[in-house]
């Protein structure tokens, strides 16, 4: 999960704690989103020893400093080279859930995701 944790936040920009959530908890293939598979917060921020941190007053998940956020842009590839198909592949799965087959707003805020 901690390299997930880090190549999410490097690769994709600033996300919520919950879109983090979700984004980590998505089984490949699986048409709905496993509520067991919702990771604590406190559980993906531990993971990375400091590396990240949460944002109290946005509730985004960020890397600890700036310098730490240059250091994974300029080395991703080395770091996470599949990141780009892992987050591809995530991102539609979530989006070919079987509950986004009739469109809710209700819906939607339980799937930050699939609004981001």
């Not at 300029?74 to 070919?96: E, K, M």
Request: proline share 3%.
């Amino acid at each position: 999960m901690a390299k997930q944790v880090l190549s999410w936040t490097t690769c994709t920009g600033p996300l919520t704690t919950r879109e983090l959530q979700h984004a980590l908890a998505v089984e490949l293939g699986l048409p709905y989103l496993e509520n067991a598979n919702i990771s604590d917060v406190e559980d993906i921020v531990s993971v990375r020893a400091g590396l990240v941190i949460v944002d109290a007053q946005s509730n985004i998940i960020r890397l600890v400093h700036f310098t730490t956020q240059e250091y994974f842009e300029r080395t991703w590839t080395a770091w996470f080279p599949d990141a780009g198909q892992n987050i591809a592949a995530t991102c539609i799965t979530y989006l070919s859930f079987d509950c986004f087959q009739s469109y809710s707003i209700g819906l939607l805020v339980d799937y930050p995701l699939y609004y981001r």
